[in-house]
Structures are given as structure tokens and as C-alpha cells.
């Protein structure tokens, strides 16, 4: 869409590699080299300015929460590699932490946005200095391919099932957070 290339990746597919911790098949063998020809066209087209990339399922670990782990990195590394040679992706936006939280990928220059917070019941271990909240959040992309994230956060309900739509505080907008070319 005008100067931002979306791509969404599937994060969920099973494969027949077992995990030998837990014997279980490994979820997420993300499609790199189909990602990376992607990326390649995008980063060739010089009207694309940001790339922002979406999927299910955390790349990396959040920095202020506890969930279920990230994606194996035997399925994450290569993707997590294809964003390290592709300047113009500056973020990946995913949701399988019931949180909010913002990671550096590695070295990458990539920023992981968790908004797992959109009403899911939260991360027993999830407790920011602002306190546990609902939210949601859209993104601004700026002329010079910078991005900006502004993240709209309501106080977490005690028993928002039993509440009615008048008893729910509405979300209101933070400080937008600006992720830098």
C-alpha cells in the first residue's frame, strides 16, 4: 500500500522434524527462500520505503513477558537472517503472547511488536510498570521509510466476562513510539 510492503507469513505449520526436548513435531518451518525473493523485489523498488511483516507466532522472546516460547530457532534463525540483509523491513508484528511488548530482533535492526493484548486472557507473568492492559495499536509510516507505532491501552478489567459495555474503560491513545530507518 503506497510506500509500505506488507507480508504475511504463515507461522503455524507443523512439520515432521521432532523436537527432541519434547518429542513433539516443531511448529513454524517459515518459508524463507520464498520470503527472501520477496523481500528482494521489495527492497529493489524504490516506492516501497518500509516493509512490515506479520505473522501468528513470536520470533524471539519478549522482553517484558512470559509465554509460551518463541518459534524454534532452527525455523526462526533463517528468517531472522533474511531481515538482516533487507534494510527496508522494520518490523514484525505478531500476537501469540497475550501481551504488549516491543524486542529488538537480534541484531537484525528489526523490532518485534507483540499486541497479544487485545482482550485474551493475559500473561500470569506479564506485569509492565504501567500496569496490565488491553489495547490494540496502528502503525504511521513516515516519507523517510521511518515507522511509528502508536499503541491505544485500557487498564486490564478484574472481571471483564461479567462486566457490561458501560462498565469498560474505552482505550486511549500512548506516546506513538518511533522506530527509526
Not at 518459508?31 to 512490515?52: R, S
Not at 533487507?86 to 529488538?104: G, L, Q
Request: charged share 25%; aromatic share 8%; with cysteine.
Amino acid at each position: 500500500r503506497g510506500a509500505v510492503h506488507f507480508v504475511v507469513l504463515n507461522t503455524d505449520t507443523r512439520v515432521t522434524t521432532k523436537d527432541p526436548k519434547t518429542g513433539e513435531t516443531k511448529i513454524a518451518m517459515i518459508p524463507t527462500q520464498w520470503l527472501k525473493q520477496d523481500l528482494d523485489a521489495a527492497e529493489k523498488n524504490h516506492k516501497i520505503k518500509c516493509v512490515v511483516v506479520m505473522g501468528h507466532r513470536n520470533l524471539v522472546a519478549p522482553a517484558n513477558a512470559k509465554g509460551e516460547a518463541p518459534i524454534d530457532p532452527e525455523c526462526t534463525n533463517p528468517t531472522i537472517e533474511v531481515f538482516k540483509s533487507h534494510p527496508k523491513v522494520r518490523v514484525y508484528v505478531c500476537a501469540h503472547v497475550h501481551a504488549f511488548d516491543i524486542t529488538e530482533i537480534g541484531t537484525s535492526g528489526v523490532k518485534q511488536t507483540i499486541f497479544g493484548n487485545g482482550g485474551s486472557k493475559l500473561e500470569k507473568e506479564w506485569n509492565p510498570t504501567r500496569g496490565r492492559t488491553f489495547g490494540f495499536g496502528y502503525f504511521k509510516v513516515y516519507s523517510d521509510g521511518s515507522l511509528g507505532v502508536v499503541p491505544y491501552l485500557r487498564p486490564e478489567p478484574k472481571n471483564y466476562t461479567e462486566m457490561s459495555s458501560e462498565q469498560v474503560v474505552p482505550a486511549t491513545p500512548e506516546a506513538e513510539i518511533i522506530l527509526p530507518v
